[in-house]
Nanobody, 123 residues
Framework: VQLVESGGGSVQAGGSLILSCTAS????????VAWFRQAPGKEREGVAR???????LYADSVQDRFTISRDNAENTLYLRMNSLKPEDTAIYYC??????????????????WGQGTQVTVSS
């Protein structure tokens, strides 16, 4: 299984980015998949997740600004990020579980991780 993120970059506050995560050896729409992020000096935290049934859930800090989605034909996971804030600066990771339903943002329930993509938001 390989997860490869792309789409990170530098933007000004209020801007938007779309992150992509392309999977190989794993079918994204069969299990829970998620986006996490890790800021310097902080622990990795869950941002958004979506189960095999399409039900999604977001961290309070990104609710109404970020949207997680899947393109089943392309086997790609997306994270659309709007109204970005400096506190959104972090390395963003794609994560995939072997469970069809998401069990919160508990990191140990995600079996596969991408290498991460840097997002930097300047004020």
């Amino acid at each position: 299984v390989q997860l490869v993120e792309s789409g990170g970059g530098s933007v000004q506050a209020g801007g938007s980015l779309i992150l992509s995560c392309t999977a190989s050896g794993y079918t994204l729409n069969r299990n829970c998949v998620a986006w996490f992020r890790q800021a310097p000096g902080k622990e990795r935290e869950g941002v958004a997740r979506i189960g095999f049934n399409g039900v999604s859930l977001y961290a309070d800090s990104v609710q109404d600004r970020f949207t997680i989605s899947r393109d089943n034909a392309e086997n790609t996971l997306y994270l659309r990020m709007n109204s970005l804030k400096p506190e959104d600066t972090a390395i963003y990771y794609c994560a995939a579980s072997q469970r069809p339903f998401c069990v919160g943002f508990t990191r140990t329930t995600y079996n596969y991780w991408g290498q991460g993509t840097q997002v930097t938001v300047s004020s």
